[in-house]
């Protein structure tokens, strides 16, 4: 299967930025703080701040690239996404979860969850795709669904 290109800085992966953040905490005695649950809320704290980045933005200003957004407006929704990226790692760090393995693991379960010859396009729910990656006639299944939603 080909991978798609390369779109961010490759030298930085998240065991870098998981380390990093972990001596960030031991210098300023932090992890005095950083039990699972209130890491959890602060998580919960910064995608509201990442939210506000779209509140009463109209379709057309939030389209794929974000064309329409000044470079200031782009450098803030960097800034909010750090944070929630952070918290996260941190999450994972202190709850003993190698999160790039469970990634792994969690495209692999929703790639059988979400079979693309069934799904397509679709936007259903996966419950609407049970049964119909096992039987023999899902692909033509598949195709007349394809052609009823066209």
């Not at 379709?59 to 000044?70: C, K």
């Not at 190698?98 to 379960?109: E, G, H, S, T």
């Not at 936007?123 to 039987?135: F, L, N, Q, V």
């Amino acid at each position: 299967e080909d991978e798609p290109a390369e779109k961010w800085n490759s030298a930085v992966s998240l065991e870098t930025l998981r380390g990093r953040l972990e001596r960030f905490a031991d210098e300023r005695n932090w992890n005095q703080h950083h039990e699972p649950r209130n890491l959890c809320l602060a998580l919960v704290g910064e995608i509201g701040e990442l939210c506000e980045c779209f509140q009463w933005k109209k379709d057309p200003e939030s389209q794929p690239g974000l064309p329409d957004w000044s470079e200031k407006d782009k450098e803030h929704l960097g800034e909010e996404l750090s944070d929630v990226l952070l918290y996260l790692l941190r999450l994972a760090d202190k709850c003993d979860i190698d999160l790039p393995a469970a990634a792994l693991r969690k495209l692999d379960k929703n790639a059988t969850k979400y079979p693309a010859h069934l799904v397509d396009g679709s936007r259903s729910k996966y419950t609407a795709y049970e049964g119909d990656a096992t039987t023999e006639d899902s692909t033509s299944q598949a195709t007349s669904a394809k052609r009823q939603r066209s």
